[in-house]
């Protein structure tokens, strides 16, 4: 009798990567709708440029707690199970916001936000844990890498298609909205047929819907100082993408005098930029390593790009060139750094406390968007050259934050090196081996 092929050895693999990469390519192409459409929702609702910003902060505050007791879930219900009910109450949160456009009820948008945030991280760490399952070794950083690029997609789909559907439906806030809540019962369907599929898989392979390892704190104890000082680079530079790319729109049409069009091409540069490259490194990564001279050149990037709207002045007329150099740096640490630091993670914390690490990270991230994005509301209550300054110095100040850590990271990896310890590739591989076979027991 024939041995039956499992289907993560066959190209239904990358079939499931394509389901799996629909889930982060719809929570950036929805949850991003507040930074692409900021003009459209002061004028609909009669708020501020503040406003517009809690609407980033109240998003992410439940995920301060929730991406941790989201892995209690996960681990009480299994993954699939879990996976579908998360984004269930992403399309609940979506509904909030589109009754709020037609009540123009500011308060009920909040409500929805909220609601949108509650799990979406959570989400992030099934779909982690899918990648996990279904690519091993040297495909773990390649999967992980055009994930990432399917992140950037959605944001750049959205910088696409949010002026079109608002002007061609006579600039009517509420037609954006309800194709927002359209996309979100897609994204469900597609969910729950990658849950099929993979439940299929376990069955021929004589396994069941596995649980995550439980998020417990009391753990953290036993993790290493590598992986806190990674910590709080990684936090800190997600914030610093998030907070700018929420605000930079209206930035770029105030202090740059560019248009509606002009200000989400250049938007959308950074996501353009790190589509492309989050794969090639993902890969370049599973071949050679360096994983930390790659985050160290990406976090430069970041400085230099801050550093750069720091310095820019007002232009009286319509200006250019230094905006679109500053994205592209931009785009270049994004596709750069995360294409190694996610995959990373699992590499620096004991392989029974992965879901423990995943979720740390993704809390510690939510910790720092939610009270940096409450300052720049409060910077920004009043929209003027001085307080996007401030804006942009506080940014620049939070990437020099992100990228010294780095700088420990690669004299502690010199130094291990030199002393014979350093973890080579192959090694790094039969870590990650180990970590799903941990996964299956």
Known sequence: MAKIISWHHTKIRWLVLVLIGVYPFVVFLIGEFPALLGEQIKQHFKVSQAEVNYLLSIRSFPN???????????DSFGVGRSYVFFSAIIILGQFLC???AISQNFLIMMIGRLI??????????????YINKWFKGKENSLAFGIDTALCRIGSITGAIIYPYIYMSQDNDLTSCLLTCLYITIFSFTIIFILTRIDKCSDLRDNTTDLKLDSVD???????????????VSCSTTYAIFFIFGYNCVEMFKLLYKMNQSTANILYSIPHYISAVLTPLVGHYVDKKGRNIEILLFGSFCQVLAAFIFYLMPECDSYCLVFPVFGSILIGI????YYAVMWPHIPLIVPSNMVGTGFGLTYACINIEITIFSIVVSNLLSIENFDNYSKMNELLLALSFLGFVPLLYLYKYYRKQ???GNYIQTEKAEQLIELIVRNKSN
Do not use: N
């Open 64 to 74: 301060m707690i929730m991406s941790l007791l989201g892995g209690l879930i996960i």
């Open 98 to 100: 589109f009754i709020s």
């Open 217 to 231: 704190l009391r753990q953290i104890k036993h993790f290493s100082l590598e992986f806190y000082v990674a910590l």
């Open 417 to 419: 090196y030199y002393k």
């Open 333 to 336: 640490f994004f596709g750069t």
């Open 116 to 129: 949108f945030g509650l799990f979406d991280d959570s989400g992030f760490v099934a779909e982690s844990f």
